[in-house]
């Protein structure tokens, strides 16, 4: 017998753990996910199993290193391996290994079978948030990004794709059997071909769902044919990776995109969708506080919403629990004092993910 641990990381409740979920439908294997659904914390010890398989990203080493040791002291036959799959980052967090692996390798394409969140045991988290809309059903239509950013776990790695029509599927399944309202697309980067968005849009506008582009688009990939094609199919609300305002501290980053490319697309955005958000990083190389304030100001003055997070170097990343955004992030850049930048980040705190949904919880439970 095998079981599988998603680990608590404190934030992203909303979003499933979406690799665990691949390898969980390609074994056919329960899963204890201690991140959606925290409590009872020691539920996991109930299982007895030969395997026991740990989702283990940069933010929950630390996590899955106490469930190790805490499994291993009650049930000291067990083998516990990490999961390792075709997904290797997601929301910014690399996968890491820990000890033995589970290993699933085949490239990220239309083979795999959808996800299958009724084999979490936080499934019902999931279906009832789903059902009343206040989270949206996540998805990953492509993996892998081919540009140079500096900050960012997920540069320079091969684009894999799904077809629009596969993705598609999984949305249609999704609505019939879940009874989703909405759903959100967390790709590393969505848009890197714009006639693959387009065709995306043109098939799922028939799903009636309202959507968003959960993670930052980049500014340079899109345009008005790219913003009447997300509207017409639904979206409603996207974000674009910002990151910096400041051309140097662009090009220090590699950026690949100008001031001029981003506000042109920030501003052909709002035009069309009921929210425009913008990615913005505190403490960049070459950064400091009156330039990444210039931003908040900057967006601000144009019309969008600025979500802050801070900058962790990528070895940092690596090295330990470092989260970029939640209750528990930290400055550790050396751009500008950490007071700074922590007064900035709290200063912010209300334009961060996450405030909505809870703010539509609140709602529906008083409903």
Same mark, same amino acid.
């Given at each position: 017998?095998?079981?599988?641990?998603?680990?608590?990381?404190?934030?992203?409740?909303?979003?499933?753990?979406?690799?665990?979920?691949?390898?969980?439908?390609?074994?056919?294997?329960r899963v204890v996910d201690l991140n959606?659904?925290?409590?009872?914390?020691?539920?996991?010890?109930?299982?007895?199993?030969?395997?026991?398989?740990?989702?283990?990203?940069?933010?929950? !080493?630390?996590?899955?290193?106490?469930? %190790?040791?805490?499994?291993?002291?009650?049930?000291?036959?067990?083998?516990?391996?990490?999961?390792?799959?075709?997904?290797?980052?997601?929301?910014?967090?690399?996968?890491?290994?820990?000890?033995?692996?589970?290993?699933?390798?085949?490239?990220?394409?239309?083979?795999?079978?959808?996800?299958?969140?009724?084999?979490?045991?936080?499934?019902?988290?999931?279906? *009832?948030?789903?059902? +009343?809309?206040?989270?949206?059903?996540?998805?990953?239509?492509?993996?892998?990004?081919?540009?140079?950013?500096?900050?960012?776990?997920?540069? $320079? *790695?091969? =684009?894999?794709? /799904?077809?629009?029509?596969?993705?598609? %599927?999984?949305?249609? +399944?999704?609505?019939?059997?879940?009874?989703?309202k909405s759903f959100t697309v967390v790709?590393?980067?969505?848009?890197?071909?714009?006639? *693959?968005?387009?065709?995306?849009?043109?098939?799922?506008?028939?799903?009636?769902? $309202?959507?968003?582009?959960?993670?930052?688009? /980049?500014?340079?990939?899109?345009?008005?044919?790219?913003?009447?094609?997300?509207?017409?199919?639904?979206?409603?609300?996207?974000?674009?990776?910002?990151? &910096? !305002?400041?051309? #140097?501290?662009?090009?220090?980053?590699?950026?690949?995109?100008?001031?001029?490319?981003?506000?042109?697309?920030?501003?052909?955005? /709002?035009?069309?969708?009921? &929210?425009? $958000?913008?990615?913005?990083? !505190?403490?960049?190389?070459?950064? &400091?506080?009156?330039?990444?304030? @210039?931003?908040? #100001? =900057?967006? *601000?003055?144009?019309?969008?919403?600025?979500?802050?997070?801070?900058?962790?170097?990528? #070895?940092?990343?690596? +090295?330990?629990?470092?989260?970029?955004?939640?209750? $528990?992030? /930290?400055?550790?850049?050396?751009?500008?004092?950490?007071?700074?930048? @922590?007064?900035?980040?709290?200063?912010?705190?209300?334009?961060?993910?996450?405030?909505?949904?809870?703010?539509?919880?609140?709602?529906?439970?008083?409903?």
């Amino acid at each position: 017998m095998m079981l599988f641990i998603n680990p608590p990381a404190g934030v992203n409740q909303e979003i499933p753990n979406i690799g665990l979920a691949y390898a969980a439908t390609h074994f056919q294997t329960r899963v204890v996910d201690l991140n959606t659904r925290p409590r009872p914390a020691g539920r996991f010890l109930r299982h007895r199993a030969e395997v026991i398989g740990i989702s283990v990203q940069s933010r929950t !080493i630390s996590q899955a290193r106490r469930i %190790q040791s805490l499994y291993l002291k009650k049930h000291p036959s067990a083998r516990v391996k990490s999961i390792c799959g075709f997904l290797d980052i997601q929301c910014c967090y690399p996968y890491l290994a820990l000890g033995e692996k589970i290993e699933y390798t085949e490239p990220f394409s239309d083979l795999y079978p959808f996800p299958d969140y009724e084999l979490f045991d936080s499934f019902p988290v999931f279906a *009832r948030r789903w059902r +009343q809309g206040v989270w949206s059903y996540a998805i990953m239509t492509s993996q892998g990004c081919p540009f140079q950013c500096t900050y960012c776990m997920s540069r $320079n *790695r091969r =684009w894999f794709t /799904r077809s629009p029509e596969n993705c598609f %599927q999984e949305l249609k +399944q999704a609505r019939d059997r879940w009874g989703i309202k909405s759903f959100t697309v967390v790709d590393d980067c969505f848009n890197v071909d714009r006639n *693959r968005v387009v065709e995306f849009c043109r098939l799922i506008g028939d799903l009636k769902l $309202n959507w968003s582009c959960g993670n930052g688009l /980049r500014a340079d990939r899109f345009d008005e044919t790219v913003a009447r094609a997300l509207v017409s199919s639904g979206c409603r609300h996207i974000s674009f990776g910002i990151e &910096s !305002i400041d051309p #140097e501290v662009l090009k220090t980053v590699r950026k690949g995109e100008t001031f001029e490319e981003i506000e042109k697309a920030a501003l052909i955005a /709002r035009k069309h969708f009921d &929210s425009v $958000n913008g990615f913005f990083i !505190i403490g960049l190389p070459g950064s &400091s506080y009156q330039k990444d304030l @210039a931003g908040l #100001e =900057w967006a *601000r003055r144009i019309g969008i919403n600025a979500h802050f997070s801070y900058y962790v170097p990528s #070895e940092q990343t690596l +090295q330990s629990d470092l989260v970029f955004y939640g209750k $528990n992030a /930290r400055p550790v850049s050396d751009a500008y004092s950490k007071k700074e930048q @922590a007064d900035l980040y709290r200063l912010t705190a209300a334009m961060r993910p996450g405030r909505i949904n809870n703010w539509l919880e609140r709602l529906v439970k008083r409903s």
